[in-house]
């Protein structure tokens, strides 16, 4: 019987395993180069390599791609361990594409002994001009037929720290009239003296990532080497390779390409969200506002809605563009299911309740979720905020908030009716006065009583004053979502509204970093990491309306 898996990738697995191939079982990795921070797109690809090794009882690996010094640094090697693991996923093995450098070394070593490589003089633009287009083969290089003895003896002496960087690389010998350009007697190897995070400057050639690729796949056992799509040309490169060290068919990896997620109001690439680190657009890497898996971490998405959107997205063979609502939508379900709910005033207005007694303080039960339950107790006394927008002076038709002579319920609490706008010499209001029926809470004479509107309040004694951080897309689309090349021209002035007065109920007195509520009526908002004991910050995760056309 045959087993249809519920992505390409997975039937492509399923085939090979019927036909006997990989019998020892799957083996993917994710491969990062790090050279920045993990990104949402970087989130499918783990969601997938990692996915396929659970759904096949197979392994999967982290391995470092560090094969190019000058950009590298520990300090993105240990954000991507912590990104990988906040998603939810256990590596088999870690490993670092440097750790191989000497057994890649050896394995060009072979090659120039098999006749497939040789050591090219030419600069690099004269390779790009002898490289030929679309519509011309390519020049082979004068230094092509160079002897294996000849080669042999340069390549070491690059190594060996001879010559300088740009004047000699090595390439595969291939074949420049190839349709496929990377099929071009590609570069293998190029000299850097840089160096490297790792291996310090034990080291003066690098091997590229065409070649690094394939065989540190190889000396891994990988099985399957799942890659994005601008790497399918590459592919014949990448068999190329394999073949000519005798590696063979069925046990060797095979690369299989996705289409990589991009996503609406958003740039992806670590270079373009470099810039907007190093340019001082945002405020780090984990600025609420970036892609970035601490970005996102940051503002309060869940590991199980970035693993949600990961499986809804799906795994196709054709680029295309998601909409940023869809990701919004996943953290707004887990967060309707997993945070408690709580009242903050994000723009205060006093409300002084004139009929209730000075100097009383009572305890209302408020339920934390409306399924899950739990309870706490809200402070309700005399003076109250409510929401400066929900008082209208002047209300258009259907306004069922506050207004001059209306009631409403409070939640949690009572009905209470507006008696008197207070305003200033300018004529600001300031605040409102109002009364209240003490019997219209829960088991009392007129519980029952129906009024329009239901508004959410904090006590103004003992509500703590908050700074809540809500937040615009970074960057504003065309109508299809598109943003453009030159994106820092596309930055939204408005992505950051800091306000430093909101008033939160006393409950969130000692709440840790990272925890998430809704805000009732307002949305899902979560601890940011510059709260003090003294001073709490909120970053607005997401609204409460969906916005997602499913
Ligand atoms: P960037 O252009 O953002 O730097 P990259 O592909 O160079 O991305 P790597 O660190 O090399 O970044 O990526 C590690 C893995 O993540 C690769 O297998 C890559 O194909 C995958 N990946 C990167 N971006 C995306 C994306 N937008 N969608 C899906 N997979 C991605
Ligand atoms: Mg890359
Ligand atoms: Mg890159």
Redesign the pocket.
Known sequence: KENIGSNFVENAINEDLKNEKYTEGIHTR???????Y?????????C??FGLARNFTGKCNLRF?DTNPTKEDTEYVDSIQEDVKWLGFKWDEQHYASDYFQRLYDFAVELIKRGKAFVCDLSSDEIREYRGTLTEPGKESPYRNRTVEENLDLFQRMKAGEFPDGSHVLRAKIDMASPNITMRDPVLYRIAHAEHHRTGNEWCIYPMYDFAHPLSDAIEGITHS???L??EEHRPLYDWLLESLGFEVGKRPRQIE?????LTNTV??????RQLVEGGYVSGWDDPRMPTISGLRRRGYTPAALRDFCERIGVAKSNSLVDVAMLEHCVREDLNEQADRVMAVLEPLKVVITNYPEGQTEYLEAENHPTRGGHRFVPFSREIYIEREDFEENPPKKFFRLKPDGEVRLKHAYIIKCEEVIKDADGNIVELHCTYDPESKTGGATAGRKVKGTLHWVDAKSALQAEVRLYDYLLLTDENGNTPDDFLSALNPNSLRVIKDAMVEPSLKHIAEGTRYQFLRKGYFCVDKDTTPEHLVFNEVVGLRDTWAK
Request: with cysteine; charged share 25%; hydrophobic share 35%.
């Open positions: 994710f491969p990062p180069e790090p050279n920045g993990l990104h949402i797109g970087h989130a499918k690809s783990i997938l390599n791609d799942v890659c994005t601008e790497f996705f289409a990589r997620l991009n992806m690439s670590k270079r373009k969200l």
